[in-house]
């Protein structure tokens, strides 16, 4: 069975987004450009074929990574080559530029049979709410937390008392170029 790798980013406070859900501590440590980062983040794109968002996530990720260029460029066209699963009760198709569609999943359940195709393992990216969702039903395998090095002070946290971390063993961790820290966490069963 593939493993569910859950990638977040979070700031050394425990925070992954702000009071209003916004997300800016990640994009103003991206402006650094951390070497080691982007090349561990290749790495991994090559372990995934299939990523899994909720709707609010895809909404970002479609606005940009279609149309990546720069120094994102290679890391959009892996991206935009995965399987992609959009996980929404509103959305009746989840377009993605000049790409393929990613497929809309209305019970977040199904991502279970995702995880028992032939494949390589699957990634969901941020998408708080789908997140808890899988976390509370032992359906993701490993937690890879992004340390952002800044503190927001008060926001959404992944973990709180509604949702206390799974126990978790903890199989990695790497301190990047410009401060941000990443933590590999196997989900224990």
Not at 26 to 36: F, G, L
Not at 48 to 66: A, C, H, K, N, S
Not at 75 to 93: H, P
């Amino acid at each position: 069975m593939r493993k569910l790798i859950l990638q977040q980013f979070t700031t050394i406070d425990g925070l992954a987004a702000d009071d209003d859900g916004g997300t800016d501590f990640i994009s103003e440590y991206a402006t650094k450009r951390d070497a080691t980062f982007e090349s561990e983040a290749m790495e991994f794109m090559d372990s995934i074929d299939t990523m899994v968002l909720g709707r609010r996530t895809y909404e970002l990720f479609v606005q940009y990574w279609p149309e990546a260029s720069g120094p994102d460029a290679e890391f959009g066209r892996k991206l935009n080559a995965l399987d992609k699963y959009v996980v929404s009760t509103t959305l009746d198709e989840a377009p993605w530029g000049r790409f393929s569609p990613a497929t809309v999943m209305r019970d977040p359940a199904e991502v279970e049979a995702l995880k028992e195709r032939a494949g390589k393992d699957i990634v969901i990216w941020g998408s708080i709410s789908l997140a808890t969702y899988l976390l509370r039903r032992g359906m993701i395998d490993e937690i890879q937390l992004r340390v952002v090095p800044v503190a927001l002070g008060s926001g959404q946290q992944l973990f709180d008392e509604e949702l206390p971390a799974p126990a978790m063993n903890l199989v990695g961790a790497s301190p990047h170029d410009a401060g941000l820290v990443v933590l590999r966490y196997e989900v224990s069963r």
